[in-house]
Nanobody, 124 residues
Framework: QVQLVESGGGSVQAGGSLRLSCAASGRTFSSYAMGWFRQSPGKEREFVATINWDGGSTVYAGSVKGRFTISRDNAKNTVYLQMNSLKPEDTAVYYC?????????????????WGQGTQVTVSS
């Protein structure tokens, strides 16, 4: 069992930055692929970024590529999402997720564990 706790959300103006963190419990964090997803009111949960088990491979949604960076520190059982040049359309609840499949994954259904989410609000 893995428990995930996100932090770092908040309110920023367009063009600003935030760094989200997701702390995982358990001794097997390094064997999981990790992902960030987001959901806005009235919309389906969408993929943002994913990183494989050792951090050697990452994939981003086209809407955030070049602005967001996913990384992980397996010694600290933590995955991060650095978000720069934020836009109002980035406003959403951001969720981290863990998958027993170790490679990068874009599909939410392939993730086994989810955090409770953290709100990010970007004002124009």
């Amino acid at each position: 069992q893995v428990q995930l706790v996100e932090s770092g959300g908040g309110s920023v103006q367009a063009g600003g930055s935030l760094r989200l963190s997701c702390a995982a419990s358990g001794r097997t964090f390094s064997s999981y692929a990790m992902g960030w997803f987001r959901q806005s009111p009235g919309k389906e949960r969408e993929f943002v970024a994913t990183i494989n088990w050792d951090g050697g491979s990452t994939v981003y949604a086209g809407s955030v590529k070049g602005r967001f960076t996913i990384s992980r520190d397996n010694a600290k059982n933590t995955v991060y999402l650095q978000m720069n040049s934020l836009k109002p359309e980035d406003t959403a609840v951001y969720y981290c997720a863990a998958s027993r499949i170790r490679t990068v994954l874009r599909t939410p259904n392939l993730y086994n564990y989810w955090g409770q989410g953290t709100q990010v609000t970007v004002s124009s």
